[in-house]
T-cell receptor, first 115, second 110 residues
Framework: GAVVSQHPSWVICKSGTSVKIECRSL??????MFWYRQFPKQSLMLMAT?????????EQGVEKDKFLINHASLTLSTLTVTSAHPEDSSFYIC???????????FGSGTQLSVL | KNEVEQSPQNLTAQEGEFITINCSYS?????LHWLQQHPGGGIVSLFM???GKKKHGRLIATINIQEKHSSLHITASHPRDSAVYIC????????????FGKGTHLIIQP
């Protein structure tokens, strides 16, 4: 089956620094990528949807200037958490969808801890 | 906004038992996904349903659009089925993003 690679798996950073998370589709063209956040014992929450070559669409309450999403190619999307703060500590996970809308593939997730 | 409710929240069963996890949602949808999340966080998509029933191995998923309800069944459960099972719905009208339930934490004991 299709594979979505997400890196890094975990990252610890100091408050005020920026962190970039990559999501790659390895064997298909991801026309749409989704970024989610999950706090402990909570549901996954959609942060933003990005289509290749266009600006991401952010969900209500998600700051687009803080969570920068770039989807420059059909195989790569990045999420940059800018000026991270401890409250940004969370599990971030991406998913990718190809031209066949039925199929949705998830990355392995990134655990972010901001000290 | 769609409200997605799953039950039970936690389920512990013995190996071999038949497992049922339920999902209800409040607003009409275009599709419903069942996902499996293992410790460490990785997520696998098990099914996408818009009507009827789907079967894959020991897993069966059903959906009743009129009642806004879906069930995930596991037959002959095994300890390796232990995971969090998540129901997620996609709204109609061409919307892309999913709304997730809180998940059902399943433990199958040998």
């Amino acid at each position: 089956g299709a594979v979505v690679s997400q890196h890094p798996s975990w990252v610890i950073c100091k408050s005020g620094t920026s962190v970039k998370i990559e999501c790659r589709s390895l064997d298909f063209q991801a026309t749409t990528m989704f970024w989610y956040r999950q706090f402990p014992k909570q549901s996954l929450m959609l942060m933003a949807t990005s289509n290749e070559g266009s600006k991401a669409t952010y969900e209500q309450g998600v700051e687009k200037d803080k969570f920068l999403i770039n989807h420059a190619s059909l195989t790569l999307s990045t999420l940059t958490v800018t000026s991270a703060h401890p409250e940004d500590s969370s599990f971030y996970i991406c998913s990718a969808r190809g031209r066949v809308r039925e199929k949705l593939f998830f990355g392995s997730g990134t655990q972010l801890s901001v000290l | 906004k769609n409200e997605v409710e799953q039950s039970p929240q936690n389920l512990t069963a013995q190996e071999g038992e038949f497992i049922t996890i339920n999902c209800s949602y409040s607003v009409g949808i275009s599709a419903l996904h069942w996902l499996q999340q293992h410790p460490g966080g990785g997520i696998v998509s098990l099914f996408m349903l818009s009507s009827g029933k789907k079967k894959h191995g020991r897993l069966i998923a059903t959906i009743n659009i009129q009642e806004k309800h879906s069930s995930l069944h596991i037959t002959a459960s095994h300890p390796r089925d232990s995971a969090v099972y998540i129901c997620a719905v996609r709204a109609g009208g061409g919307a892309d993003g999913l709304t997730f339930g809180k998940g059902t934490h399943l433990i199958i004991q040998p």
